[in-house]
């Protein structure tokens, strides 16, 4: 069964710089889909970016981008200038490969705090 | 731009009663799920559904639950006879057929309080 860890509970940066948010996961297939999905206050699960493992590019969407290391199955999330409005809880999750109805497998998530 | 609706926002129940969490996926969207999220806790699978069977479930998804497309728009989640321990955030999602998009997109959430 495939697993996702976000190893950090919290973490803080200052408004317009820069932060990066952990995550590892742990399967044995070759294609697979993962994504970075924010949920705010209220609660609702807003998708980030998502990566698809057989694109060695790493996904990058506006402020956000990734580093995606398939050797060592890690995935994490870099938010650039960041904002006040960008605090939320960030989920790391994965997705077995296309053409499968399958879940997605999140990570515990991170919080993530932004000073004015 | 199209969304996935659930309703009620918040739902109060007695614990033993029985509670349904309706959902309208995005119209072309055919791959539904639903999730909870407890408290505090990571986002579980519950269940997919996909012409009109269950695809998919988990070890939460016990006798206790049932999921229904009883029209051609709306996707239900049953608890027949809610538990504490079923207090949580239910989020629905639904996804589109083609390979190129596989986005789940989610809900809002319907926060369920079991008393």
């Known amino acids: 069964a495939q697993t996702v860890t976000q190893s950090q509970p919290e973490m803080s940066v200052q408004e317009a710089e820069t932060v990066t948010l952990s995550c590892t996961y742990d399967t044995s297939e070759s294609d697979y889909y993962l994504f970075w999905y924010k949920q705010p206050p209220s609660r609702q699960m807003i998708l980030v970016i998502r990566?698809?493992?057989?694109?060695?590019q790493n996904a990058t969407e506006n402020r956000f981008s990734v580093n995606f290391q398939k050797a060592a199955k890690s995935f994490s999330l870099k938010i650039s200038d960041s904002q006040l409005g960008d605090a939320a809880m960030y989920f790391c999750a994965y997705r077995s490969p296309p053409g499968a109805n399958s879940k997605l497998t999140f990570g515990k998530g991170i919080t993530l705090s932004v000073r004015p | 731009e199209p969304e996935v609706t659930q309703t009620p926002s918040h739902q109060v129940t007695q614990m033993g009663q029985e509670v349904i969490l309706r959902c309208v996926p995005i119209s072309n969207h055919l791959y539904f799920y639903w999730y909870r999220q407890i408290l505090g806790q990571k986002v579980e699978f519950l269940v997919s559904?996909?012409?009109?069977?269950?695809?998919?479930k988990s070890e939460i998804f016990d006798d206790q639950f049932s999921v229904e497309r009883p029209d051609g728009s709306n996707f239900t989640l049953k608890i027949r006879s809610t538990k504490l321990e079923d207090s949580a955030m239910y989020f629905c999602a639904s996804r589109p057929t083609t390979l190129a998009k596989n986005i789940q997109y989610f809900g809002a959430g319907t926060r369920l309080s079991v008393l």
């Open positions: 559904f996909y012409n009109n069977e269950i695809s998919e």
């Open positions: 990566q698809e493992a057989y694109k060695q």
